[in-house]
């Protein structure tokens, strides 16, 4: 008893046409391309927003860390030189980037040369002085080099350490407290 063929030859009779159509759609065709792309390019613009919102509270946060490195770095500057007081300025806090650091009044090696220059993370972090020697008191302001791109908060400190912030225009000590 023999296989007869007959069988397969009628199904490829009734199913040979939908055969023939896979066969020959072997890629997307233009729509579905499109739809993949517009698909992303909605799920990219969900998401930029939400990186972008991450990205300045990062900077904020690190304004923040940045002030709290300094306040730190000026006590322990007042009580090691007790005869100049706080610094002098923001530079003087720091060290020469890449070689090794010897401690004086004038680069006391406390805060690494980034933060010494005033800028980090999208924010410009400005030292203010009262000129005096022993210096009794200094500030510091943390603005964002552009508002609504780098951050949207600036900071504002002094020695007691309080933190404070303004959402529109540079911060200052009558201003809320983080």
């Known amino acids: 008893m023999g296989l007869s063929s007959r069988p397969f030859e009628a ?4 199913h040979g046409d939908f055969l023939m159509r896979a066969q020959k ?7 579905e391309l499109l739809i993949v792309i517009a698909i992303i390019l909605i799920i990219a613009a969900i998401a930029i927003p939400n990186l972008l919102a991450g990205k300045m509270a990062a900077n904020e946060s690190s304004a923040v860390q940045s002030l709290r490195a300094i306040q730190s770095a000026e006590t ?3 009580n090691t030189y007790a005869n100049v007081g706080y610094s002098s300025s923001l530079a003087s806090l720091g060290g020469p980037g ?8 004038t680069q006391a090696c406390l805060i690494d040369p980034v933060l010494a220059s ?3 993370s999208g924010y410009i972090i400005t030292w203010a002085g009262d000129g005096l020697t022993p210096s009794v008191n200094y500030s510091l302001n943390a603005d964002p080099i552009l508002r609504g791109s780098t951050g949207r908060r600036s900071f ?10 303004n959402e529109t225009a540079p911060a ?3 201003d809320t407290p983080l």
């Open 118 to 120: 005033g800028t980090k």
């Open 156 to 165: 504002f400190t002094d020695e007691p350490g309080v933190i404070y912030y």
């Open 11 to 14: 199904l490829i009779k009734r």
């Open 98 to 105: 890449g070689t090794a650091c010897t401690a004086s009044s």
């Open 25 to 31: 759609q072997l890629g997307f065709s233009l729509i």
């Open 172 to 174: 200052t000590i009558n």
């Open 76 to 78: 322990a500057y007042a």
